[in-house]
C-alpha cells in the first residue's frame, strides 16, 4: 500500500525531525501513530500525502515511487486517498454540504446521487441542520465533523487522520470511529495519528510510536 523506506525529513537547514523512517503499511489495514506534541506526527502524514518531500529515503504508493509521478498522475493517486487534516482545512467559501460534495463532484456523480449522500452523511456525524452553513460559522468540533464527512464519502482506499476527534466530545468521537470501523471492513487501509493513548488502547489495532525523529514498529 504505502512504503518509507529510510526516509528522512528536515525543514530548511533545521535538523532533522525525522530519521530513518521504515513503515510497510498492509493493504486494508487498520493502523495508529502515537507520538508527543512535536514528535513530527503530522510531518509523517504530510509525506504519506506527497505534500512535502522527504530530504532522504525513498517512498512508494500501489507500488510506485511517488518521487516519479508526473502531474497528471498526482492527482490520480490523490483521489485514491480521504485525509482529515489536524486543522480540517475546508474551503471557506463552500458550505458544509459543498465541502462534503466535492470529491463526488470530481468523481462526476449526479447532483441528485450527490446530494443524497451529502446529505445521508451530514446526518450520521450530526449536522442535518448545519447543511448551508459556511465553514466560519461553524464550531472547531462541526468544522471537523465536515471535514471528517469529506475524507469518507468517496470511500477512499487509503484514509489518513490527524487527530480526527480531537475537537468532538466523547459521544460523537464513539460515532466517528464506528464510520472508520465501517470503512475499514469495506477493505479501506487507515492510519491515525493521535496523542490519545486511551483511544489506542481501546481498539487494540497495530500502534506505531514516534518520539525524537525515531519511528518505533508497533510491537
Ligand atoms: N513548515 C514547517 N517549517 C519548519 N518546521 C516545522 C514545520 N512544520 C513542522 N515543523 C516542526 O517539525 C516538528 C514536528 O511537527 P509536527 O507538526 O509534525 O508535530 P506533531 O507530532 O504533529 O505535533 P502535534 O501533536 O502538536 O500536532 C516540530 O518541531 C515543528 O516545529
Ligand atoms: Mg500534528
Same mark, same amino acid.
Given at each position: ?19 530513518d ?25 504530510k509525506? =504519506?500525502?506527497?505534500?512535502i ?7 512508494? =504508493?500501489?507500488?510506485?515511487d511517488? &518521487?516519479?509521478?508526473?502531474?497528471q ?7 485514491? =486517498? ?27 456523480? &449526479?447532483?441528485?446521487q ?11 456525524v450530526? +449536522? ?5 452553513? =459556511? ?23 487509503? +484514509?489518513?487522520?490527524d ?12 460515532r ?8 475499514h ?19 487494540g489495532?497495530p ?6 525523529g ?6
Amino acid at each position: 500500500m504505502i512504503r518509507f523506506e529510510n526516509v528522512g525529513l528536515r525543514y530548511g537547514k533545521g535538523a532533522e525531525i525525522l530519521r530513518d523512517i521504515n513503515i510497510d503499511l498492509q493493504p486494508g489495514s487498520f493502523n495508529f501513530l502515537l507520538g508527543p506534541s512535536g514528535a513530527g506526527k503530522t510531518s509523517l502524514l504530510k509525506l =504519506m500525502y506527497f505534500s512535502i518531500k522527504p530530504s532522504r529515503g525513498r517512498i512508494s =504508493m500501489f507500488d510506485r515511487d511517488i &518521487s516519479t509521478l508526473s502531474r497528471q498522475e498526482r492527482p490520480m493517486f490523490r483521489r485514491k =486517498m480521504g485525509v482529515i487534516f489536524q486543522d480540517y482545512r475546508l474551503l471557506p467559501h463552500l458550505s458544509a454540504m459543498n465541502n462534503v460534495a466535492l470529491p463526488l463532484r470530481i468523481a462526476g456523480l &449526479s447532483e441528485s446521487q450527490i446530494q443524497n449522500n451529502v446529505k445521508e452523511l451530514l446526518n450520521w456525524v450530526g +449536522l442535518e441542520d448545519r447543511l448551508d452553513a =459556511m465553514p466560519a460559522t461553524l464550531s472547531g468540533g462541526q468544522q471537523q465533523r465536515v471535514a471528517f464527512a469529506r475524507a469518507v464519502i468517496n470511500r477512499p482506499s487509503f +484514509l489518513l487522520a490527524d487527530e480526527p476527534t480531537g475537537s468532538v466530545d466523547s459521544k460523537t468521537a464513539k460515532r466517528l470511529y464506528q464510520l472508520f470501523h465501517d470503512l475499514h471492513s469495506l477493505g479501506t487501509t487507515i492510519f491515525i495519528a493521535t496523542h490519545s493513548k486511551d483511544l489506542v488502547h481501546e481498539f487494540g489495532y497495530p500502534c506505531y510510536y514516534l518520539e525524537n525523529g525515531i519511528l518505533h514498529q508497533p510491537r
